[in-house]
């Protein structure tokens, strides 16, 4: 029987320590789409998206499916680095809901010369093939 809680203890603080990692990797993820988009990037922003056409976008135009669709949408949005401006983001909760998946909440900024913009946006965020990819974003 102590064997057993002892092995149970193990495992749990195993886990624990996981967390503080995964948390920082997922942290990551944002720091390479802000660097990619601030470059003037879309395609490179869209590397932290799950490339499938089963990628959910929520925007302000509705749902969409398909990272492809995604990034067309973008780049008709942002056509060029001064519509896209300077991207920051600000976490407002990040949660594990398991070793697998994590859900965002946020807000985002632009600062652009025609005038900047924000909201807020949630993404679930699933470890695939040991990469951590967007693959549900709804932003507003």
Same mark, same amino acid.
């Given at each position: 029987? #102590?064997?057993? /809680?002892?092995?149970?203890?193990? /495992?749990a603080?195993?886990?624990a %320590?996981?967390?503080?990692?995964?948390?920082? /990797? +997922? #942290?990551?993820?944002?720091?390479?789409?802000?660097?990619?988009?601030?470059?003037?990037?879309i395609? !490179?922003?869209?590397?932290?998206?799950?490339? *499938?056409? %089963? /990628?959910?976008f929520?925007?302000? *135009?509705?749902?969409?499916? !398909?990272?492809? *669709?995604?990034?067309?949408?973008?780049? #008709?949005?942002?056509?060029? *680095?001064?519509a896209m !401006?300077?991207?920051?983001f600000?976490i +407002?909760?990040?949660r594990?809901?398991s070793?697998?998946h994590?859900?965002?909440? !946020?807000?985002?900024?632009?600062?652009?010369?025609?005038?900047?913009? %924000?909201g807020?946006?949630?993404?679930? +965020? #699933?470890? +695939?093939?040991?990469?951590?990819?967007?693959?549900?974003?709804? %932003?507003?």
């Amino acid at each position: 029987m #102590r064997t057993r /809680l002892l092995f149970l203890l193990l /495992l749990a603080g195993l886990a624990a %320590s996981a967390q503080p990692k995964e948390d920082a /990797l +997922i #942290r990551q993820l944002l720091q390479t789409q802000t660097a990619a988009w601030n470059r003037g990037d879309i395609e !490179g922003f869209m590397q932290t998206y799950w490339h *499938s056409d %089963s /990628l959910l976008f929520i925007g302000k *135009s509705g749902v969409h499916y !398909g990272w492809q *669709s995604t990034l067309e949408n973008y780049k #008709r949005g942002y056509p060029d *680095s001064i519509a896209m !401006g300077k991207l920051n983001f600000n976490i +407002i909760e990040l949660r594990r809901l398991s070793a697998d998946h994590y859900y965002l909440v !946020g807000k985002w900024m632009l600062a652009r010369q025609a005038g900047d913009l %924000s909201g807020h946006f949630d993404l679930l +965020i #699933r470890r +695939i093939r040991g990469r951590w990819l967007i693959v549900a974003d709804h %932003s507003s």
